[in-house]
């Protein structure tokens, strides 16, 4: 089995907690996640949100296969400067399109089952370069289609 990959979405929005809660649903239906995240970042939001669960950084997305039931996995993306909830940041958005680019590169190399995307901020990802209308695009222009 290997996990499914969920890329960090729009850090100034609510996809850290999107994926803290869908770890929660799904951790003990089999399902593993593995979240390509900042580490920092989701303990943050779980402080904020006083919501208990631990996280733990992991190397490779097969270590997440270890831990999913006990522990949010999380492939560490770093970040520019710390995320405010409904501030935009240009220089943050670079770390969501390499949260993108990485789970696609996990998924092209069968490191991972699937590919889960939260939802990204699009104007905020032109202004730092984005040249696609979205993710689909994006997604299909980096494997090929």
Request: aromatic fraction near 6%; charge should be negative; glycine fraction near 6%.
């Amino acid at each position: 089995m290997k996990p499914i990959a969920i890329t960090m979405g729009e850090l100034a929005g609510i996809s850290g907690e999107i994926t803290l809660k869908t770890w929660r649903q799904v951790k003990d239906n089999g399902f593993p996640l593995v979240a390509l995240d900042n580490v920092e970042r989701l303990k943050n939001i779980t402080t904020e949100l006083n919501i208990s669960l631990s996280i733990v950084q992991v190397n490779e997305p097969i270590d997440a296969i270890e831990i999913y039931k006990d522990a949010l996995p999380v492939y560490n993306i770093d970040l520019h400067h710390p995320p405010k909830p409904g501030h935009l940041s240009e220089i943050n958005a670079k770390s969501t399109i390499e949260s993108i680019e990485k789970a696609t590169s996990f998924a092209k190399a069968g490191l991972v089952s699937g590919l889960v995307t939260n939802p990204i901020n699009k104007k905020n990802l032109y202004d730092a370069g984005f040249k696609y209308p979205g993710h689909t695009e994006y997604l299909a222009a980096m494997s090929g289609e």
